[in-house]
């Protein structure tokens, strides 16, 4: 048995994209096999994964960042805690709005409703801003992205199933409605 590693399983993911893309510009045959994978991997969200990566983003933020954020700043002025909370709450929400973006530009309708669903799903278990979080600087943080990210849903066309998150996120019935 050799102890050698695979070059392959120690890459970085940017390291790995340069990879894919530098072998399909060498072979252009395998261009369909590889986006038939891409639109495997990006039709089937999991809502409750997706809720859970939510949550996780935005309850695993590190309380510490208020301080380099908050207070008094040169060129800005003052930033209260919850502006400063806000903003950092934000940046780690960002990533899953995009994907939903993309799904939505890429025509996987049903995967965006999946996204959303999850994304909303992770926000609703955010709504009572845990203690030692940045979600307690910033109460109304959940219901408010939830409100953006419905209105962003009829922005987009995606046509979020109410009566089923209705009964997953009853506090919110009015924000379905």
Not at 81 to 99: G, K, M, N, R, V
Request: aromatic share 6%; proline share 5%.
């Amino acid at each position: 048995m050799s102890d050698k590693r695979s070059a392959l399983d120690t890459l970085s993911a940017a390291e790995k994209a340069t990879v894919l893309d530098e072998l399909l510009a060498a072979r252009p045959d395998l261009r369909e096999p590889a986006e038939a994978y891409a639109v495997q991997v990006m039709t089937g969200p999991d809502r409750s994964v997706v809720a859970y990566d939510v949550e996780g983003a935005l309850q695993g933020l590190d309380i510490d960042e208020l301080n380099t954020r908050a207070g008094y700043r040169p060129g800005r002025g003052y930033v209260h805690p919850a502006e400063a909370a806000d903003e950092i709450l934000d940046e780690a929400l960002q990533p899953f709005l995009d994907d939903l973006e993309r799904r939505v530009g890429l025509g996987m309708r049903s995967a965006a409703v999946e996204l959303a669903a999850g994304v909303l799903l992770g926000l609703y278990n955010c709504r009572h801003g845990n203690s030692e979080t940045l979600l307690e600087y910033s109460a109304d943080y959940a219901a408010e992205r939830a409100s953006g990210v419905v209105s962003d849903c009829a922005r987009l066309g995606i046509e979020l199933p109410a009566a089923e998150l209705l009964g997953l996120m009853p506090e919110w019935g009015a924000l379905l409605q």
